[in-house]
């Protein structure tokens, strides 16, 4: 803005700093965009954004772990976390204050409010109302009474159209009205004629001519409403009401007030109730002008109800109380009050005479149960049997078809001609067909299909009826149960019958027919329980049948007798039938004395190797049946009573050699059968075998480690002595010998006791001249023994046992490596007669061979927990051997002796 | 062979005692073993009791059985024996403390027979349940160390020798296992066998039958040797067993009458028929392994007698 400007301004008498003058109408640049994104409600929002919110704005469905749908914090749940558990507090002090809790209480206002709305009670489908009803006259009497016949009419028709079912309406069209009954018009002598049919009388009785022009509609049916009896009075009682009364009587007594009953005072201030009232007097009848009211009346007039105008009904209802006359009997005798004449004649029950019994008869009840005996499968009367074998096509068959009945009642047949489904079907379709179809008639032509018979149900009566029992079924059934054996000849019907189904493919013939006295029906149905029968009791499968053991003796129970029995002392007694079927050659050669190869019977038993070795036998081979199930259960068996067995002649070093033979066969067999004992333990059979037959070594070894005393130290220090000729310091160097070492020195010890680790098994390995056990052994000396000579240089004085109980604790841990040692020390023992040994036994060696291998493949960790030692020693002697000079040092045990005592010295 | 004579003595028919404790049939009468000075009979009053046969005084009562005893079987060395019966488990009892030792379940019926091996290692038990189960009695295994299952019905007789086991069943078979050949050897004898007493030499056994026949049959053909009849057995498990030196057979009937037959005769020794000696079925005959003139028999009258010759009055 220049001063010219402003000058201009002032003169003008405008303020230059106004606003107004200062407006800037410039827009320079493109505008920033708005801070907030504008509102766009059709946005795209992804699923993960969109939220919902409910009429309030408070927001629905937070995600599960914020509380699940309209929870929360915001919502109505106590604390941000989600529901806040309220603590405990006692209610005891304040049982009085505790006040039932309802559900209510945990209702927020949207349940609230949603329980209010279900609770209102909402009658939707009004009453069709035909003016008859109470609410109808009451309402039409108001309006009537109220306003005038203009504006009643100038309501209904603002008001909205009564609720007239759609009945009601049709029925208005076609000029039904209310009050009317429904039908056509009926002429005034059929109206005069329904009227007294109701036991209506006219009481005006108009009998002009013009009444008779006329067509009348009918009248209408009264609608019987049946009150709700809730009340506990006896049926058709009316309370209140006296005997006599009751029953119409007029007693003549004239008492003012009510008839009390005795007994009974009323106060001053009441009002004689109806249950203070005197019901058994009879003299009550009379009195008031509601009890006249007759009992079917009191009733009937309140509730009856007539689809009519109310004054019409009134008249009608009244009309028919109508006061009985005094009856008379035809002797002239009145009849009672109360009761009425009967139109009908009582009928008499009429007696006849027993008939006489012939003196000769005799009761023979079993007479009638024979003719019964098979009542149930005998047709009742000759049109009962056809309806008994009609199938349900048959009936359908009987049944006239629509058409049949439309040609009968002479009716136009509809133009649709018969469909078949071979108007649907192709030409090439048809054709087809119709070769197949002549294929099977040209093939056979005259015989029946056997499967027909088989399958389908429906068949002649006259022909015997097979039904089809599966081969295999039937072979069951034959082994199973049999149902019928108290009666021999259905027995051998049955089983007939079951050989026959069981070879039916061969065309095999049932062997019998129906008995002379058997109609073709009750064959056919014998058949039919036969094959129910072998369905029913074919012999149970697999696992189930294993269950079960099938008795040596059918128990055939004795034949009942239905009835009563009388005894026939005519009839003689006849002897049961001699059984000699000889069902077994054996029971035959009983009989006949005859023991020996027909009744024995050999077969193969294997016994437990258990029970062999409790009876001191030795097990037989038995290559028949060695079932895999005894074995299993054997081997356990002697595993545990193995250990037991010390006592027994057999000694223990065999028990251990049969354990490593034991081992050795199953590795190579490895393709036995798959069971229990087995399973799990993969390709590797004796997988963990070694743990299981454990053996605790032998006592000597335990001497060796135990009994460390002087002499055996000295003993030892001998044996290093003659050992350790060669130098240990370049073995110690040579690193490749040091990973071969422990396996021999293994495979030496863990061959047990019986057999003395050789240093002769040392070639086997890969390296057999090389290697000299005696050279290694100074490294791997077990902790224990580690652990001992330390003591035994720290405190010489000290007593042998305190030493005995750390090693032995070592021991425990590490049972290996007591084998190890103690092998080594027997080696020591015998590594004179080393040489002789070398040759001796080869199968020693494969052993040892072997257990190498299971020690490489299992326990590779275990045996390597001896490596560090040499390491240790390795460096002690370069840490140590320097700063310290050797002690009085034997200047032949080198490597040995040496460690030991710098380790010693070194930890003290 | 005890004696070298095959000529048969006349049976001891002079009461001795009669031991009249037990309330109810008498099922089992035995001899102990060794000397056998003691007799330890089990009855249907649910009690074992020892006796010492020659005073006729009642030593012990081994009262632990919760139903009859049925079977007792002794143990070589007379240290433990074994009962069993309606209990379903085998009660292995301490003589000198008359504690069970062990109660040994797993039969599905009622045993019917227990009976020791020579060293009283195995115990065996023929059951109700048609089964005839090995007991390890070294190992605490409370599982059979075998179960033979071959019975078609309950196990009512049991012999456990050196090397076999019989098992004489109601359906009517006597099943040898041999245990060196690892064989079954089913001899069907017919009617329901009762009793299996085999010779001390195993070349053959009793059998008594519920048909009153006990047959004396050959181990290794099965062929019948020989055919004792003319007492009554028809309903009742009754006990026959070899008179002294397996000269004789006997043979408790259901008449109260102990039979005697000439082993190789087959003919009732004399008296025949014998005197009624008891007031019920002779359930147990057992003759006195030794001595030669002494045997027992229990019967249902709650009796248990002993027998002795007259001039034997040791």
Redesign the interface.
């Known amino acids: 803005m220049t001063s010219r400007l402003k000058r201009k301004l002032n003169d003008l008498g405008v303020d230059p700093s106004s606003s107004k003058a200062n407006e800037n109408f410039c827009l320079i640049g493109t505008p920033l965009p708005p801070l907030e994104k504008s509102r766009d409600t059709g946005e795209f929002v992804p699923l993960w954004k969109q939220e919902v919110r409910d009429e309030k704005g408070r927001r629905r469905l937070h995600g599960a772990f914020t509380g699940g749908f309209s929870a929360g914090y915001f919502n109505s749940v106590g604390s941000k976390e989600g529901w806040t558990p309220s603590t405990f507090m006692s209610s005891r002090g304040d049982r009085a204050k505790k006040k039932e809790v309802r559900p209510e209480d945990f209702m927020d206002e949207e349940d609230l409010a949603e329980l209010r709305e279900s609770r209102q009670l909402i009658d939707e489908n009004e009453e069709m109302d035909l003016g008859g009803t109470e609410a109808e006259l009451r309402r039409r009497a108001g309006a009537g009474t109220e306003e005038d016949s203009m504006a009643s009419a100038v309501a209904a028709s603002l008001a909205p159209p009564s609720q007239d079912s759609v009945g009601a309406r049709i029925l208005r069209k076609m000029g039904w009205r209310l009050g009317q009954g429904i039908g056509p018009r009926i002429t005034y002598e059929q109206r005069n004629k329904q009227d007294r049919q109701a036991g209506i009388s006219k009481t005006e009785d108009e009998n002009d001519e013009e009444a008779k022009k006329h067509m009348y509609p009918r009248r209408d049916t009264p609608l019987l409403l049946v009150s709700r009896k809730d009340n506990s009075h006896g049926l058709g009682y009316t309370p209140g009401l006296s005997l006599s009364e009751s029953l119409g009587g007029r007693g003549g007594g004239e008492q003012r007030g009510p008839h009390l009953s005795a007994g009974f005072g009323l106060g001053a201030l009441n009002d004689a109730d109806e249950d203070d009232l005197d019901i058994y007097d009879g003299a009550l009848g009379s009195r008031g002008p509601k009890t006249r009211i007759v009992a079917y009346d009191a009733t009937e007039d309140e509730d009856q109800i007539t689809m009519g105008s109310s004054s019409r009904r009134r008249q009608d209802t009244r009309t028919p109380a109508q006061p009985q006359t005094t009856q008379a009997f035809n002797d002239g005798r009145p009849v009672l009050k109360g009761f009425i004449l009967s139109e009908r004649p009582v009928q008499e029950d009429g007696w006849f005479p027993i008939p006489e019994v012939p003196p000769e008869w005799k009761p023979n009840p079993r007479r009638v149960w024979e003719a019964g005996a098979d009542k149930e499968n005998r047709p009742m009367a000759k049109d009962k049997e056809r309806e008994a074998y009609q199938t349900h096509e048959e009936w359908k068959r009987s049944q006239l078809s629509a058409d049949e009945r439309g040609s009968m009642l002479g009716e136009t047949p509809l133009p649709a001609q018969q469909r078949s489904i071979f108007d649907l079907m192709s030409q090439k379709d048809r054709e087809r067909l119709e070769s197949i179809r002549n294929n099977i008639t040209a093939g056979k032509p005259s015989t029946p299909e056997p499967d027909r018979s088989a399958s389908s149900s429906s068949h002649l009566p006259g022909e015997i009826d097979m039904p089809h029992v599966h081969p295999s079924v039937a072979k069951a059934a034959l082994q199973g149960f049999q149902p019928f054996t108290a009666d021999p000849a259905k027995q051998s019907r049955y089983t007939a019958f079951l050989n026959y189904a069981a070879d039916s493919s061969d065309g095999a013939q049932l062997g019998f027919g129906p008995l002379p006295s058997q109609r073709v029906e009750d064959f056919n149905k014998e058949i039919a329980d036969y094959a129910k029968a072998a369905t029913v009791f074919k012999p149970l499968s697999g696992a189930m049948a294993s269950r079960f053991?099938s008795?040596?003796?059918v128990e055939m129970g004795p034949k009942t007798v239905e009835g009563l029995h009388t005894p026939d002392v005519s009839a003689p007694e006849t002897p049961p039938e001699e059984e000699e079927k000889e069902e077994d050659p054996?029971?035959a050669?009983?009989?006949m004395?005859m023991?020996?190869?027909l009744?024995?019977?050999?077969?193969?038993?294997?016994?437990?190797r258990?029970?062999?070795k409790?009876?001191?036998?030795?097990?037989?081979?038995?290559e028949a049946d060695a079932d895999t199930p005894?074995h299993a259960?054997?081997t356990p068996?002697t595993g545990?009573?193995a250990p037991?067995?010390t006592g027994m002649a057999a000694p223990p070093p065999p028990m251990i050699t049969d354990g490593a033979a034991g081992v050795a066969p199953a590795s190579t067999e490895s393709q036995g059968p798959r069971n229990l004992a087995n399973v799990g333990l993969g390709e590797d059979e004796d997988q963990g075998r070694d743990t299981l037959t454990y053996q605790r070594p032998a006592m000597d070894v335990f001497k060796a480690i135990f009994a460390s005393d002087e002499e055996d130290s000295d003993e030892e220090e001998d044996a290093t002595d003659l050992q350790q000729p060669a130098p240990s310091t370049d073995l110690l160097a040579s690193t490749s010998t040091q990973q071969d070492a422990p396996r021999h020195l293994l495979a030496a010890g863990s061959t047990q006791v019986p057999h003395e680790p050789k240093t002769s098994a040392l070639p086997v390995s890969e390296e057999p001249e090389k290697v000299d056990l005696t050279t290694f052994k100074p490294m791997f000396v077990p902790r224990g023994e580690r652990e001992a000579r330390k003591d035994k240089d720290k405190t010489k004085d000290k007593k042998k046992k305190k030493a005995a109980p750390l090693v032995s604790f070592d021991a425990e841990d590490e049972g290996l490596q007591i084998d190890v040692s103690a092998a080594k020390r027997r080696d020591k023992h015998k590594s004179k007669d080393k040489g002789k040994e070398r040759e001796k036994d080869e199968d020693g060696e494969r052993k040892k061979k072997r257990k190498r291998k299971g020690a490489e493949d299992g326990e590779d960790d275990s045996m390597w927990i001896e490596k560090p030692p040499p390491e240790v020693a390795q460096s002690l002697p370069v840490d140590d051997v320097p700063s310290e000079p050797p002690l009085e040092v034997d200047t032949e045990s080198v490597a040995g002796l040496q460690r030991g005592r710098k380790r010693a010295i070194d930890f003290m | 062979m005890a004696g070298p004579t095959r000529e048969p003595t006349a049976l001891a028919r002079t009461l001795h005692t009669t031991l009249s404790n037990h309330k109810g049939p008498v099922h089992v009468a035995r001899y102990a073993k060794g000397s056998a000075k003691y007799i330890l009979t089990g009855g249907q009053d649910r009690t074992v009791r020892l006796w010492n046969p020659t005073l006729g005084t009642e030593i012990k009562v081994f009262a632990a059985h919760g139903y009859e005893v049925l079977s007792i079987t002794v143990a070589h060395d007379n240290s433990r024996f074994a009962s069993a019966g309606g209990d379903r488990s085998v009660f292995l009892w301490d003589v000198s403390t008359g504690a069970t030792i062990r109660r040994i379940a797993g039969h599905m019926g009622k045993i019917n027979a227990v009976e020791f091996?020579?060293?009283a290692?195995?115990v065996a038990s023929g059951s109700y349940d048609?089964t005839v189960r090995?007991w390890?009695l070294?190992?605490p295994?409370r599982?059979p160390?075998?179960i033979l299952e071959e019975a078609?019905?309950a196990i009512q007789a049991l012999w456990v020798g050196?090397?076999t086991i019989m098992a004489g069943s109601v359906?009517?078979h006597v099943r040898t296992?041999?245990?060196?050949?690892?064989?079954?050897?089913?001899?069907?004898?017919?009617p329901p066998v009762t009793s299996v007493v085999p010779t001390q030499d195993g070349q053959s056994y009793l059998v008594t039958t519920l048909d009153s026949h006990v047959?004396l049959?050959d181990v290794a053909?099965?062929?019948?040797l020989n055919?004792y009849k003319g007492h009554k057995v028809e309903g009742y498990r009754c006990r026959s067993c070899f008179g002294h030196g397996e000269a004789s057979v006997i043979c408790g009937d259901e008449n109260g009458m102990v039979w005697a037959w000439d082993l190789l005769e087959g003919a009732p020794l004399p008296p025949n028929p014998p005197p009624k000696v008891h007031g019920g079925v002779v359930l147990w005959v057992e003759h006195h392994p030794i001595e030669d003139g002494e045997m027992i028999s229990s019967a249902a009258d709650g009796t248990v007698k002993v027998w002795r010759h007259p001039s034997s009055s040791t």
């Open positions: 053991k008795a040596a003796i054996r029971m050669a009983v009989r004395g023991f020996g190869p009744t024995r019977e050999l077969s193969p038993w294997q016994p437990a258990l029970l062999c409790r009876f001191g036998v030795k097990p037989p081979e038995v005894e259960a054997s068996g545990a009573g037991a067995d | 091996n020579d060293d290692s195995v048609s090995l390890d070294r190992s295994n599982q160390i075998q078609r019905d050196n090397g359906d009517g296992y041999d245990l060196r050949m690892g064989q079954l050897r089913s001899d069907f004898i017919g047959r049959m053909t099965g062929k019948m055919d």
